[in-house]
């Protein structure tokens, strides 16, 4: 059965010529290699969508982080303010009892 299949591929070329295997082995090639690529563009593609994923979750996480940060500065701020205020007024308090 080998031997058969042999002997067929080589009565092939013979009939149908060096140039048509050499054609069809050109096809074949270039369809492999169209094949592969095809292959590392979509694992590239697969890497890019989860990095892209990885960065979006990281800017709301930073977001999120700046969101927390201002509104403990606004606090912080608030609270020296008010203190500012309350030792203002002491200040005036005491101005006006050390003019008595």
Same mark, same amino acid.
């Given at each position: 059965m080998i031997m058969g299949d042999a002997t067929s591929l080589i009565e092939l070329a013979n009939? +149908?010529?060096?140039?048509? %295997?050499? +054609? !069809?082995? !050109?096809?074949w090639y270039i369809k492999y290699l169209t094949d592969t690529h095809k292959a590392r563009e979509e694992m590239w593609i697969a890497k890019d969508t989860e990095s892209d994923v990885r960065l979006a979750e990281s800017h709301a996480k930073l977001t999120e982080l700046q969101r927390d940060s201002h509104t403990q500065l606004l606090n912080v701020l608030s609270n020296v303010n008010s203190? +500012?205020?309350? %030792?203002t007024a002491a200040i005036s308090k005491l101005e006006s009892k050390i003019e008595k």
């Open positions: 009939n +149908l010529g060096s140039v048509t %295997m050499t +054609l !069809c082995a !050109c096809f203190t +500012l205020q309350e %030792m």
